[in-house]
C-alpha cells in the first residue's frame, strides 16, 4: 500500500515538472533553494531561539496550505476565472505590454500589486468579515519561513487573482507570470522567517522580518493594526501604520483570544462560524 502510494506520488511529481515551462522550473527551483536557505539561517541567527523545524501546524502548512492548495487555486485562478474575464473581453489579444522590458513590467507589477496589498491587508483589519478570511494567517503561534502560507483559500483567491490578471490581460509573456510568482513567494518566506536581522535604514523602503514580526505579534495593543506592508514598508510610513520600537522584541504570536482550530478544512470552515452579538 506504501509502494503503491509513493509510485503514485513520485509519478505525479514527474509530471508535473515535465510539463513545466523553462521559466517556470527555473522559478520552482529559486523557491525551493530560497526555502532551504532560510531554513539554514532560522538555526544560524534566529529571532525566536528555541524554535523547532517541524513545529505545531508544520504538514498542515506543508502539504495542505503550501502545495494542494496552491495547485487547485491556481487552476480555479488560471484556468476559470482569468481564462473568463479574457475569453470575454479578448485584451490580451491587444498584447499592450508586450514590447515592455520584463525587468521593466516585473517593477511595476511588484510595486502596483503592493501597493494594493497594504491597503487591502488594511481594509481586512478592519472589516469583520474580510478578517474572517485573514485570521488563519495570524493564528500560527510560531512564526517562520513557512508560517505565511497559512492563508484561507478565498483570500488567496482574491489576491492572486489581482495580482496575475492584469498580467495576463495586459498580454504579458508567461516569464513575467513566474518571475512575479517567485518573487512574491521568496519575499513572504523572508518577512515571516525566523531570523534575526538588522536591515538598517532599508527599513524606510523594504520591508524585513523585525519589522513584520510585530505584524504578528500576540498580547501587544500597541502593535495591533500596524506594519500592513508585504513587500515595500515605504507604505506604512506614508499611510503612518509603523510600530517597530527600538531594543524590544516579539515574544508572543497568534490568536490567543479564539480557539482556532488545528485541521486544515476545519480552519476552511471557521472562517464561516455565526458571529456573536458583539460583532
Known sequence: MLENT??????????????????????????ISASLFFI???RIVPYNGGQKIIREGFFNDLALYTIAQSYILSIIIFGYIIYFVDHSTDLSRLKLFA???IWLQ????????????????????NNKFLWRIHEAHHSPRKVDWLSGSRSHAFE???NQTIEFAPIILLGSPSEVIA???????????????NIKINTGRLLLFINGPEMHRWHHADKNEEAYNKNFSTKLAIWDWIFRTV?????????????????FPKNYFIQFLFAFRKFSKEN
Open 99 to 101: 514590447n515592455v522590458p
Open 156 to 158: 488567496i483567491l482574491i
Open 6 to 31: 509513493l509510485n503514485l506520488l513520485m509519478n505525479f511529481i514527474s509530471n508535473y515538472f515535465n510539463n513545466l515551462s523553462t521559466a517556470e522550473a527555473v522559478s520552482m527551483i529559486i523557491i
Open 106 to 125: 516585473l517593477v511595476f507589477f511588484t510595486i502596483t500589486h503592493d501597493l494594493y496589498i497594504y491597503w487591502m491587508h488594511r481594509f481586512q483589519h
Open 179 to 193: 518571475y512575479k510568482g517567485v518573487i512574491s513567494a521568496i519575499w513572504g518566506m523572508y518577512i515571516h522567517s
Open 40 to 42: 539554514i539561517l532560522e
Open 243 to 259: 510600530y517597530f520600537p527600538d531594543k524590544k522584541f516579539v515574544q508572543y504570536y497568534g490568536l490567543s483570544d479564539i480557539n
